[in-house]
């Protein structure tokens, strides 16, 4: 069998939430080794493409691989499997608030392997290390700042090792400087761990600055797609807007609504 | 407008079907064996510790109190036919067969049951649970098992407590203080208490008590809309919910145990 | 920290245990040991006032058994049969039977009163019916009997 040159493929892919479309046929590729973005204005569902890649929710029709392996209507029992190849950085770190640090990032190791105690000390410090919190490693979520939580999450979640990282939105809330700290994390680890890096997020600049490949999704499908520097070069308006950060255009500041002279004077009939 | 509220109640009965449908669910998943059985003992000990050893102390006072309150009402009234002998009798049969069960859930909901809904809620909220999930754990046997297992195994023994603090409060109060024979006190008690009818028909009561009101418990926080709001709400809909369960399945089971 | 846990839960555990015990010995006053050989024996009155299934049967004030069933028989006399620790084997068959009340307002209970022992006695057994038999006093038959004096017994 042939390793692809995608981690993931997800071709004609719909989904829909209570009667709303949130994807109408999708495609999307995530070549292995890069950095790729999935870019978008918030409420589009990004957190949800994450969630349909991990296997946690199910799309109405089409398909999802992971290396190879098609995750969608696939047994639990694979689809487990399959997971502990994936890494996931939570918004909120979702670190397990009654375990420390340590303890956090331990965790998948133990639950997964059977690996004496010596030898999980030497991974947790080392994973702890290269997100430089080995001196926080006997503290406990709640005494760490929000940068901090989040870096900790990221060393659990390439605690096994994983093939895939996924980082939802990982600069959101985050100071200029613990900002600057998971860009260059996000880099490093793709570079030095070899993994395949996913960035959903909406920090244009911060995106661009470390992805290989971006996809730009509104509108339920892929509307762009390129490398950084092919998208800055893009002129459809939709693309400049979002890439420019302008308030109205083709995705409007409005509200759809109706004339709004009627309903302010039409009042009361 | 009629249209629209048989609509409104169909679409209540479908979302309370629905419910319960997602509750069996997670007991089931919860519930089916996961082959890590020696991993989850530190689990369920932890959990033990949090449901169980932490309410000991409202169920020893609630039950001080009760079985202080029993015997000095019971007193006030058995004096008048001469029959303050049957005192324990009064204070022991009340408390093992309805007030040693009952009470004692209503306050394991309270203590226990809210807490257990407001940490899985909040574990959802903070997205520990898709965490899980994502570490290919299942959250229903890391997070929901374990704690279904204490309190089910909790809640019978506090019940037992309960019961047993509740008759020494009654023989302080109804022995040491008005002056009941001691020996009439316990003899009397010793010759209408039945193991069979009555303590362990307490003890069915207390065990389906524990299932249900954890699993209410569980369920709320499981399903919760993992906002503060939603949290707040599924923990006030636990403590109602497991209370009304509570009472109107005592009166099926007291029927079923002493109705004949 | 851990420790401390493992330990409170062992207490809470045993604190758990000692009160099951507690209500099992101590109020219930049962054998644990379970359910002891018991053996049969049947009564008929002609009245048995209050008495119940489950009502003790007691020898001199010593719980022997109790009643299991309470039924009218083919001649209209109540047929009371009660199941007797196999401990207390040894009565004779001239033993009799009375429906006794603790107290003015206490509950009812069969007082057995073992009888003679000589060589045409037997020992009675699984089944065996008990002949000499009183019934239960009806406090209205009492103070009819005291009002009219027509006592004749």
Same mark, same amino acid.
């Given at each position: ?132 919190? #080995? ?27 994983? %093939? ?10 985050? %100071? ?10 996000? #880099? ?5 761990? *070899? ?16 992805? %290989? ?31 420019? *950060?302008?308030? %109205? ?21 | ?17 629905? &419910? ?39 169920? /020893? ?5 009760? &079985? ?10 058995? @004096? ?84 047993? /603090? ?13 002056? /009941?024979?001691? &020996? ?27 299932? @249900? @009101? ?37 009166? /099926?089971?007291? @029927?079923?145990?002493? &109705?004949? | ?153």
């Amino acid at each position: 069998m042939s390793v692809s040159d995608n981690i993931i493929e997800i071709s004609a892919m719909n989904f829909s939430r209570e009667d709303r479309i949130i994807y109408n046929d999708i495609n999307l590729n995530v070549p292995r080794g890069k950095v790729t973005a999935i870019m978008g204005p918030s409420g589009i569902g990004k957190t949800t493409l994450l969630r349909l890649i991990g296997g946690q929710i199910t799309p109405s029709s089409g398909s999802i691989k992971f290396n190879d392996q098609e995750l969608v209507n696939i047994d639990r029992k694979s689809l487990f499997k399959a997971r502990r190849k994936m890494g996931m950085l939570f918004q909120s770190g979702a670190m397990f608030t009654e375990l420390s640090v340590f303890d956090n990032v331990a965790f998948p190791i133990r639950e997964h392997t059977k690996l004496p105690e010596s030898i999980i000390r030497k991974i947790v410090l080392m994973k702890l290390e290269a997100v430089g919190l #080995r001196g926080a490693a006997d503290l406990f979520p709640s005494e760490l700042s929000g940068g901090m939580a989040r870096r900790a999450a990221l060393a659990r979640a390439i605690a096994l090792d994983p %093939d895939l990282i996924m980082y939802d939105e990982p600069f959101t809330g985050q %100071d200029p400087i613990s900002m600057g700290v998971i860009v260059r994390l996000i #880099r490093e680890l793709n570079d030095a761990l *070899g993994v395949t890096s996913i960035v959903v997020s909406h920090d244009v600049d911060e995106v661009l600055s470390i992805a %290989d490949y971006v996809y730009i999704v509104a509108n339920k499908t892929v509307i762009a797609s390129g490398t950084p520097e092919e998208l800055r070069q893009e002129t459809a308006p939709q693309i400049v807007q979002f890439m420019q *950060g302008r308030p %109205d255009g083709p995705v409007p500041f409005h509200f759809p609504s109706d004339d709004y002279k009627k309903e302010l004077f039409n009042h009361g009939n | 407008m009629a249209i629209s509220s048989i609509q409104q109640m169909g679409r209540n009965s479908l979302s309370v079907i629905a &419910g319960l449908g997602r509750a069996a669910f997670m007991l089931v998943g919860a519930l089916k064996p996961s082959g890590r059985g020696v991993k989850l003992l530190p689990l369920l000990i932890k959990q033990l510790y949090v449901v169980g050893v932490q309410s000991l102390i409202i169920i /020893v006072v609630s039950g001080l109190f009760i &079985g202080m309150v029993l015997s000095l009402q019971g007193y006030t009234i058995l @004096v008048g036919y001469g029959a303050e002998q049957s005192l324990g009798q009064m204070v022991s049969l009340s408390l093992l067969r309805e007030l040693g069960p009952v009470v004692s859930a209503l306050l394991f909901a309270g203590r226990a049951g809210s807490a257990l809904t407001a940490e899985i809620g909040l574990m959802k909220a903070t997205e520990q649970l898709s965490s899980l999930e994502m570490m290919a754990i299942d959250p229903l046997h890391q997070i929901v098992a374990p704690r279904f297992w204490a309190g089910v195994i909790s809640l019978p023994l506090l019940a037992a407590i309960f019961s047993a /603090v509740g008759i020494i409060g009654g023989h302080l109060v109804g022995v040491d203080w008005l002056g /009941v024979d001691s &020996g009439a006190f316990w003899s009397v008690m010793q010759s209408s208490v039945e193991w069979q009818e009555d303590i362990v028909n307490g003890a069915i009561k207390s065990i389906i008590f524990a299932i @249900v @009101v954890t699993w209410i418990a569980l369920h709320k926080g499981y399903d919760a809309v993992p906002t503060s709001e939603g949290i707040s709400k599924a923990t006030t809909s636990t403590v109602v919910q497991s209370s009304l369960a509570i009472l109107g399945l005592d009166f /099926v089971l007291t @029927v079923v145990m002493f &109705g004949s | 920290m851990s420790k401390k846990i493992e330990l409170m839960v062992g207490f809470f555990l045993l604190a758990g245990i000692a009160a099951i015990l507690m209500l099992g010995l101590k109020v219930a006053n049962s054998q644990l040991g379970g359910n002891t050989d018991t053996y049969q024996l049947i009564a008929k009155f002609s009245n048995i006032g209050g008495l119940k299934v489950r009502s003790s049967v007691k020898v001199g004030g010593v719980v022997v058994g109790r009643v299991v069933s309470i039924s009218l028989d083919d001649d209209f006399s109540p047929k009371v049969v009660m199941n007797i620790n196999s401990d207390f084997n040894k009565f004779p068959d001239s033993s009799s039977v009375a429906i006794l009340t603790s107290g003015l307002l206490g509950e009812q209970f069969i007082g057995l009163t073992p009888g003679f022992v000589d060589e045409e006695t037997e020992i009675l057994a699984n089944g065996d019916l008990l002949e000499d038999t009183r019934s239960a006093m009806v406090l209205e038959d009492l103070i009819g009997q005291f009002l009219y004096g027509n006592s004749e017994d």
